[in-house]
């Protein structure tokens, strides 16, 4: 009876020992919660660049078609200021000096991506 008590006891440890190594190796090799987080974070900002990318490069089509029906360019809409000047409100706090007619010249024909931020400095 000492012996089974003994044996059950012994083989209860090694179980609890193996379930803790177990959950030292998931949580060394499994993601945490901020973790999963952060990375989703970043996921959505890259999906959401694409779309604005394609929403920008679609205003700026809408401009050119514009530009060659009546032979004036139309100027930038609201939406596209607002999330440029936004950026160039960034840049300017991080202490970059940018000659705003390059930029929003750039804007224009939705090139302000094809550049560093340094192309657009004075």
Do not use: H
């Not at 901020?34 to 809408?62: C, D, P, T, W």
């Not at 991080?94 to 705003?100: A, P, T």
Request: overall charge positive; aromatic content about 10%.
């Amino acid at each position: 009876m000492l012996v089974q008590r003994v044996k059950k006891r012994y083989m209860s440890l090694i179980i609890l020992k193996d379930t803790i190594c177990l959950n030292s190796v998931m949580r060394l090799f499994g993601k945490s919660k901020e973790e999963k987080i952060v990375e989703f974070k970043a996921e959505q900002s890259v999906r959401n660049g694409k779309e604005l990318k394609k929403l920008l490069k679609i205003f700026k089509e809408n401009r050119d078609e514009i530009e060659k029906r009546t032979g004036k360019r139309p100027d930038i809409d609201d939406t596209t200021k607002l999330f440029m000047q936004k950026i160039l409100n960034v840049w300017l706090s991080e202490g970059k000096d940018i000659d705003d007619e390059k930029f929003w010249n750039a804007v224009d024909y939705n090139k302000q991506f094809d550049y560093p931020v340094e192309y657009y400095e004075r």
